[in-house]
């Protein structure tokens, strides 16, 4: 079982970037297809970005098409999260999940899909 850790949230001015990390420890990174979600004040948890176990397969919500980059360095046993042109509304805090997969190239965007989470990252965007 993978045990996460997310870290890079802070607080930063709208138009700025931050990246975010989840660093898995406990199994081998390359075997999870992994996710990154996010919840904000009265809102429910919701889908950000996610990644297969090659990192060939992506999906990134529509509000974080241009803006957000999902990627994996599976020799480092972490996946990214960088944000750029940050907004307020993008105020959260920020989860990374895995999920054990047989297949490589799969790419799952549900919250249900994944078993394992991190404890979260707040990240606040200033106006």
């Known amino acids: 079982q993978a045990q996460l850790v997310e870290s890079g949230g802070g607080l930063v001015q709208a138009g700025g970037s931050l990246r975010l990390s989840c660093a898995a420890s406990g199994r081998t990174l390359s075997d999870y297809a992994m996710g990154w979600f996010r919840q904000a004040p009265g809102k429910t948890r919701e889908s950000v970005a996610g990644?297969?176990?090659?990192?060939?397969?992506?999906f990134h919500a529509d509000f974080a098409k241009g803006r957000f980059t999902i990627s994996r360095d599976n020799t480092k046993n972490t996946v990214y999260l960088q944000m750029n042109s940050l907004k307020p509304e993008d105020t959260a805090v920020y989860y990374c999940?895995?999920?054990?997969?047989?297949?490589?190239?799969?790419?799952?965007?549900?919250?249900?899909?994944?078993?394992?989470w991190g404890q979260g990252t707040q990240v606040t965007v200033s106006s």
């Open positions: 990644i297969s176990r090659n990192g060939v397969g992506t």
């Open positions: 999940a895995a999920r054990l997969f047989s297949r490589t190239s799969v790419v799952f965007t549900s919250e249900g899909d994944y078993p394992y």
